[in-house]
């Protein structure tokens, strides 16, 4: 039987978060049918499962760190995944910050949800969710990025 702290945390039918040591347990990416595995980190390993497709986003845990290059990528990645029936796993180390992002990250593209309602979700889903400073700075401009992209931005001057 799994140990209880072991989960992949739903945030959408094709869409669970998790830290590194759930993430590379194969009956948890067996059970949940797991395709692609995005990792984001640059030292946690990838699941041995054969048949899963890894993405590694190789940053730190540091607010500095530029997540944001990776956002689209990611959430294509993730609703391509879906689009086929697969599911995706994304994962950091502990599961709180950088794997964090990358799901609301998703939620707000794919999704159309405001930043604070995908926050909301992901949080939801998995409790211990907190990204960091940078990454939730990172999170506020791809909204607004988003929102002109969408022609949702007033033409106020700037």
Request: glycine fraction near 4%.
């Amino acid at each position: 039987m799994l140990q209880p702290q072991l989960q992949l945390c739903k945030v959408t039918n094709a869409l669970f978060i998790s830290n590194a040591r759930s993430a590379c347990t194969d009956d948890l990416i067996q059970q949940e049918a797991v395709t692609l595995c995005i990792n984001v980190s640059k030292q946690q390993p990838f699941p041995e499962a054969s048949r899963i497709t890894a993405l590694r986003v190789p940053v730190y845990d540091d607010p500095t760190e530029d997540l944001y290059r990776y956002f689209d990528s990611c959430a294509d990645a993730i609703r391509d995944e879906a689009s086929k029936g697969g599911h995706t796993v994304v994962y950091c180390k502990n599961g709180r910050s950088r794997s964090a992002t990358i799901c609301v990250a998703y939620l707000m593209k794919y999704r159309k949800l405001s930043l604070a309602d995908a926050f909301t979700k992901v949080r939801t889903s998995r409790s211990v969710v907190d990204p960091n400073s940078g990454f939730w700075a990172q999170l506020e401009r791809y909204e607004q990025e988003l929102k002109k992209r969408r022609g949702e931005v007033d033409n106020a001057p700037t």
